[in-house]
């Protein structure tokens, strides 16, 4: 009989009236059964975390700094467990898991390392005019308050830590929210942090239903939401809140562009292998995923067949084989939908390649050409190990092509010219441009987020330690400069 998982509620473990079980999306077997916060839980998480605002802002920072390197050195400890669960919880084969924990116990070794340097002011002199005459200015940044953290399904551990760990730095309290999905890796960061001094109230994680997420997102107890998820939700919640600051990190139709000049066949045999993996790896539910290939006109005969070949080489099934590329879909409705949508771009006219194919939640890998631009599958992100190619004459037409979309997350440009790097960095309407390799490279201390409807606001820890902060500024006067 399996025992019901606890949350952890205000720095406490608590178990409520109801419960759910999450079960794998390989093979339907019972992963745990989780306990979900009633009503009044709810509201004790939230008023413990706002009484505790100032006291956690107050913190010295090598409290926080030691409780986020416990955090870390926890992770690391217990990888392959861990890696284990979200292979179970997620279908994420596990070789891929082992990679999230490792990311995420870089991550808060990195908000560690901030939180020590953090908020050390920035002296500005103010005599420059006559005004200002033996003044100085020193700005600091102080947390806006506690921070709704409202995590995804595809990262359940490293995308909970991407919440946590910042708000720890910076002394802001937090509420997480992981998937319904996939609960029990943020649970775990629950059991790490219970193990170290931080204040009672200052963080809890709470496995809240989506149903009941409207009411946690209006409390005006929770001046700060950071959501990443799709597009569609993420934008509702602002539109909910509009006084509120919200960091959203949502979808992409990721692009990897192939210009002219990358065209030797080693270029091509690098880029059609980087393309396959990371249109493929998480079943192609990541958000910087490769959905889209544009190549030169010049290479793009070349590299088809390599992609369609490197793309059969991924080795699909039982994701707790350390072998395995492709594991299934977080859910069988999830590879149904990935099903319609590649059925009805066939349907309209492209031709598949490879792939195509649906068993229960997994989908195969699939490579598509000619696409139609009206479909689905051309317009919106397919979250699936799913792959179009098209060709285009020349840097300023493959450019045109990246930017014609509603998204932009992250783009791969693969050259070996800096002037075009330099020139992509400039046209290119996403949040990040990578040159040389695919757009699904993150590496977690740098700025992520994206332009147009794939966000706002960055993460990367330094850089969400800006978006849950704001500057004060402290004047002084009389000063002999």
């Known amino acids: 009989m399996t025992s019901t998982h606890a949350f952890w509620l205000a720095g406490r473990q608590a178990t409520g009236e109801a419960a759910f079980d999450v079960t794998s999306p390989w093979d339907g077997r019972l992963v745990g059964t989780v306990a979900v916060p009633t009503d009044a839980q709810v509201e004790e998480a939230v008023a413990a975390a706002h009484a505790v605002v100032d006291e956690f802002a107050a913190t010295p920072a090598h409290v926080r700094a030691a409780a986020l390197d416990h955090v870390s050195k926890r992770l690391a400890e217990r990888t392959e467990e861990i890696a284990q669960l979200i292979s179970a919880e997620n279908g994420k084969p596990v070789k891929w898991a082992r990679g999230e924990v490792g990311r995420a116990v870089s991550v808060f070794r990195f908000a560690a390392e901030e939180a020590r340097r953090f908020n050390g002011g920035d002296a500005q002199r103010l005599d420059t005019d006559l005004g200002g005459q033996g003044r100085l200015a020193l700005t600091r940044r102080f947390p806006k308050g506690v921070v709704l953290g409202i995590a995804p399904f595809n990262f ?237 004459d020349g840097e300023a037409e493959a450019f045109a092509a990246v930017n014609d979309s509603k998204y932009g997350l992250q783009a791969g440009v693969f050259t070996h010219d800096l002037r075009t790097a330099f020139r992509a960095h400039r046209a290119l309407e996403v949040g990040g441009v990578v040159v040389g390799d695919v757009p699904s490279y993150r590496a977690d201390q740098m700025p992520y987020g994206g332009a147009k409807q794939s966000g706002v606001g960055r993460e990367g820890v330094r850089f969400a330690m800006d978006d849950y902060t704001y500057e004060r500024v402290l004047v002084l006067t009389g000063l002999a400069l």
């Open 156 to 392: 359940p551990l490293n995308l909970c830590a991407h919440k946590i760990a910042p708000a720890i730095a910076v002394g802001a309290p937090i509420i997480l929210k992981p998937a319904p999905a996939t609960p029990l890796s943020g649970l775990i960061l629950g059991e790490l942090l219970a193990e170290t001094e931080l204040p009672a109230g200052s963080w809890s994680v709470l496995p809240v239903p989506n149903d009941r997420m409207p009411a946690l997102v209006q409390d005006e107890r929770l001046p700060v939401i950071s959501f990443t998820g799709s597009d569609k939700v993420g934008y509702a919640i602002m539109d909910s809140v509009p006084r509120k600051h919200c960091t959203l990190e949502l979808g992409g139709n990721g692009a990897a562009v192939v210009l002219a000049d990358f065209a030797s066949e080693e270029d091509l045999d690098w880029a059609a292998t980087r393309i396959a993996t990371f249109s493929n790896y998480q079943g192609g539910q990541s958000c910087i995923s490769v959905q889209r290939v544009i190549a030169d006109t010049s290479v793009y005969d070349r590299l088809l067949p390599k992609i369609v070949a490197a793309v059969e080489a991924q080795h699909t099934g039982d994701p707790s084989d350390p072998s395995t590329d492709v594991g299934p879909l977080v859910s069988e409705d999830a590879a149904k939908r990935v099903e319609s949508w590649v059925d009805e771009a066939v349907e309209a006219g492209a031709r598949l390649h490879t792939g195509g194919k649906r068993d229960g939640a997994s989908y195969a890998p699939t490579v598509l050409t000619g696409v139609p631009a009206h479909t689905t599958l051309a317009c919106e992100e397919i979250f699936g190990p799913v792959l179009t190619v098209q060709s285009v």
